[in-house]
């Protein structure tokens, strides 16, 4: 077993997933970060600078509503930098490495955390989005998804054009459950994994993080892409303490030859 500050080389990393056979990645912020879009946490994230937003909104506001007021337009502002940030954004290396890596047939899965569809845009398929898609509406009745983009918006709150039932954003919020067609998926994949390669998230988000333990405690490999120690370093193989737009295409070049 690695310890936390171990550290370990691509070069490992590839040759532990050479003989694997069905791959799965759990990305996080980070890998997005060489997109130009801000973590939460970790050096540079926006919670790290900022503070955790609150999710107990109504018991704040009651004891100082002047308060909550200002804060409130504090966040506001920082969540439209971060929108913008998402808008803006470019697939990375380390996003088409993983495209490059499915198509070589040597990932087979990838959960993402994220909600900036970097993933799809970069060409990977086999995609579930944990914590939704920004780009994304889903019917709270029949679980259809549609572009945002692509919705009526003359009556609030929309409705679904297959069933009527109310849309909200993709994106999950907080105390919303995962939807359980997406938390099947990931279940499915914990379950086939012989390896899980985890990149650029905290694994401190849950259930998200609980996937690659799961897959380890059957006896998958464990592998670690990330500048910054996580609660999953110590039961991971292989720790590669390197920005994911290095590691993720030295990866794919080194299981690209035979
Ligand atoms: P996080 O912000 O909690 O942690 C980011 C992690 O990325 C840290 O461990 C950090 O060390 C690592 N990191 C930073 N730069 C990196 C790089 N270049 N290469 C590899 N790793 C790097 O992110 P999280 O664990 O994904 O949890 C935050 C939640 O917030 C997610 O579940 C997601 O829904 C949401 N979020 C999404 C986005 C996005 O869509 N791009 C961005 C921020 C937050």
């Not at 509406?137 to 109310?166: K, N």
Request: charged residues 25%; hydrophobic residues 40%.
């Amino acid at each position: 077993m690695t310890r936390v500050d171990a550290k370990g080389t691509v070069e490992q990393a590839a040759e532990r997933l050479r003989a694997c056979r069905h791959v799965v990645a759990l990305t996080g912020a980070g890998l997005s970060a060489e997109s130009g879009i801000p973590t939460y946490r970790g050096s540079g994230g926006i919670w790290t600078k900022w503070g955790e937003p609150t999710i107990d909104g109504w018991e704040l506001f009651n004891s100082d509503p002047g308060r909550w007021w200002e804060e409130a337009i504090d966040r506001q502002t920082l969540m439209s930098d971060f929108a913008q940030a998402i808008d803006r954004a470019e697939p990375n290396p380390g996003h088409l490495a993983m495209a490059e890596l499915e198509r070589m047939g040597r990932l087979h899965h990838v959960i993402t955390q994220n909600i900036d569809d970097l993933h799809r845009r970069a060409g990977s398929r086999a995609v579930t989005e944990i914590h939704g898609n920004r780009h994304l509406v889903r019917c709270m009745s029949c679980g259809r998804r549609d572009r945002q983009d692509a919705i009526f918006l003359e009556r609030l709150p929309p409705l679904c054009q297959e069933c009527g039932g109310i849309l909200k954003n993709d994106t999950v919020m907080f105390g919303e459950p995962i939807p359980a067609d997406v938390l099947d998926e990931c279940h499915r994949q914990a379950n086939l994994a012989d390896a899980f390669l985890v990149v650029g998230t905290s694994a401190v988000v849950y259930p998200a993080a609980e996937f690659p333990a799961m897959a380890k405690r059957r006896g998958a490999a464990l592998l670690e892409l990330n500048p910054e120690p996580t609660p999953l370093s110590r039961l991971a193989d292989v720790v590669v303490r390197a920005p994911a737009g290095e590691s993720l295409p030295r990866l794919a070049a080194l299981l690209g030859t035979a």
